[in-house]
């Protein structure tokens, strides 16, 4: 079974907030729709839950056209940002929301709750109330009560979006497992680029209302459509001409007239330190985090760059560097993306 989008279009007024759009989700796959605040990828998943209506376009579910189908009788569940559990409810009874509304017997409704806690990793949570949890604990009762409905898409709208970063980095992976261990069918809307990587299959990208990009997640980020698109998914800069050329020749690669660089695509190294690359620049400034030295240099022939520095060493600016590049970490974009 799948899910086909067919030139969906959402308009507000003389706005078309979702533009011609074409998707697809195969049986058991994960797709993230990824783009910044106002692309239309909200707009786009109420859509496709029946929320919106459709200025032009269909939405089919193995091949049934859902025009005339309801909301919730579309057989999809929708899972927010902020969980939406019933606060008076314990969790158990949260989970089991979804059983009770579709007359499974309280003993299998029991053990079913029971299940789904265990797959979200809240087994022994099922007497604790809502206000007693943590936000990433509320998000996996959202999840299992979602999961709960045995939907045939679920529907994911910035599911992780209220969490620390920290969290929605664990929270993420887990999230993949208990999709793929579930066998669920998901389409996710989100803005952070590392959410969808790590939870979702196939990646959509969208902008001003248009998917610009559609493919597997590693095909998308080794080769971003555009310079916007580059940028967006996290690739610091975006060099041309000239650049572009250096850059390249230092990675052992052919040229090419523009290619997205990630921060971490030039190490910088001390002019005479053993491995030290073959392009040479000056620090023009230093900021250390916890993970890495981030540098800002002026590379010889090129400019402005970013790269980072050799662990356990502090330069400070105006000292001179020596730049390693590593091609997996550059992207070269088709003919004329300028950034």
Do not use: C
């Not at 786009?44 to 459709?54: D, F, Q, S, T």
């Not at 909301?71 to 940002?81: D, I, K, S, V």
């Not at 020596?322 to 992207?331: F, S």
């Amino acid at each position: 079974m799948m899910l086909t989008v067919e030139g969906l279009t959402v308009t507000f007024g003389h706005h078309a907030a979702v533009d011609d759009v074409d998707l697809h989700v195969d049986d058991g796959h994960v797709l993230a729709v990824l783009g910044p605040s106002g692309s239309g990828k909200s707009s786009l998943l109420r859509a496709i839950a029946g929320l919106e209506p459709l200025h032009a376009g269909a939405v089919r579910w193995d091949g049934e056209d859902l025009a005339n189908v309801p909301t919730h009788r579309r057989g999809f569940a929708l899972m927010f940002q902020d969980g939406q559990l019933f606060d008076h409810l314990t969790v158990a009874r949260n989970v089991g929301y979804a059983l009770r509304l579709r007359g499974v017997g309280r003993a299998a409704a029991r053990s079913q709750v029971d299940e789904l806690l265990d797959l979200v990793g809240l087994g022994g949570y099922a007497a604790r109330m809502p206000r007693t949890l943590s936000g990433g604990e509320r998000q996996r009762v959202a999840l299992a009560r979602s999961l709960a409905a045995e939907p045939r898409l679920l529907l994911l709208d910035e599911p992780l979006s209220a969490l620390d970063a920290e969290l929605r980095v664990r929270l993420a992976a887990d999230l993949r497992r208990i999709l793929r261990e579930a066998g669920t069918t998901a389409l996710l809307v989100t803005h952070d680029q590392e959410e969808a990587f790590a939870i979702a299959d196939r990646l959509a990208v969208m902008r001003d209302g248009a998917v610009v990009q559609e493919g597997s997640a590693e095909e998308v980020w080794a080769r971003p459509i555009d310079a916007a698109t580059a940028l967006f998914l996290g690739y610091a800069r975006v060099l041309t001409g000239r650049a572009a050329e250096l850059v390249l020749a230092a990675a052992g690669r052919p040229a090419a007239p523009a290619i997205a660089v990630r921060r971490s695509a030039l190490a910088a190294r001390r002019p005479d330190a053993s491995g030290a690359g073959g392009l040479t620049a000056v620090v023009r400034a230093v900021r250390a985090t916890p993970d890495e030295v981030r540098l800002v240099v002026d590379v010889d022939g090129i400019g402005e760059a970013d790269a980072v520095g050799a662990p356990g060493w502090l330069p400070v600016p105006g000292d001179p560097v020596a730049l390693r590049v590593d091609p997996a970490r550059l992207a070269v974009l088709p003919p004329g993306s300028n950034p």
